[in-house]
């Protein structure tokens, strides 16, 4: 898979993108992550990305011409699957749409900032429209981050047990039953016996239970689709 990262600050992605499992799925070459600095593609001379609204107001717009030129130059290269703008006003990501995306073959995604970017972008370029949450950042890179993080560990060959990913939460729309590990006694607080006993069944069983028993507890909303 290819993911091309449109961004005014590429240094922002250093840290999520070196280290662990997404470090190690680039390594792998399962993913190519290319991250796109847009002021390369600024028409001026002061390498301007962003100018007043129309209509006045406060806050800076992301301007079409750079963003244009570097998208239609992404796509004279390359099919993409979706060209998806990180907005507090798209789709609510989800493991549904992680699981989507993770099947695709090239994507791009642009990271706003300011007050966003020029709307002639939005309907003419974007594909998709994503966000991570009901609240305001101040700009798209954190959210790239967690939209690519959510991808790229569902593809397969990138996490070691590949069933791994199918028992987290959200995958059947339960959320994940509570893990233990060594030691067995831990200041007289104890991990179930069930776990100890090699009853794969019987184990089964009681991770289904409770996990069941926390949905219905925690997130009652998925329970009823
Ligand atoms: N004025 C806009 C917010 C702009 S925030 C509004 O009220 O809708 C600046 C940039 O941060 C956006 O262009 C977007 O790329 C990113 N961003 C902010 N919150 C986000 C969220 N919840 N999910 C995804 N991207 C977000």
């Given at each position: 898979m290819r993911i091309d990262i449109i961004t005014i600050?590429?240094?922002?992605f250093e840290g999520p993108f070196k280290h662990s499992i997404i470090k190690r799925a680039q390594q792998k070459g399962v993913v190519k992550i290319n991250l796109i600095?847009?002021?390369?593609?600024?028409?001026?001379k002061h390498k301007r990305v962003d100018d007043y609204q129309y209509g006045g107001g406060s806050g800076m717009v992301m301007m079409v011409e750079p963003i244009a030129n570097c998208i239609d130059e992404l796509k004279s290269k390359n099919d993409y699957d979706e060209i998806i703008y990180m907005s507090p006003d798209g789709e609510l990501l989800t493991q549904k749409i992680a699981n989507r995306f993770s099947t695709f073959e090239n994507i791009i995604i642009l990271c706003g900032h300011y007050k966003?970017?020029?709307e002639r972008i939005r309907e003419h370029y974007i594909t998709k429209e994503i966000s991570i949450g009901d609240y305001v950042l101040s700009g798209g890179e954190l959210a790239a981050a967690v939209l690519t993080d959510s991808v790229v560990r569902l593809?397969?060959?990138?996490?070691?047990?590949?069933?791994s990913a199918l028992s987290d939460?959200?995958?059947?729309?339960l959320l994940s039953p509570p893990v233990y590990t060594r030691p067995y006694d831990f200041k007289g607080m104890k991990v179930p016996d069930i776990l100890l006993s090699g009853n794969d069944k019987k184990i089964n069983e009681w991770r289904l239970e409770k996990a069941v028993k926390r949905t219905k507890e925690r997130r009652p909303d998925l329970m009823d689709k």
């Open positions: 600050f590429p240094e922002m600095n847009l002021r390369e593609y600024a028409t001026d966003g970017i020029d593809i397969p060959g990138v996490l070691n047990d590949e069933t939460s959200f995958q059947d729309d």
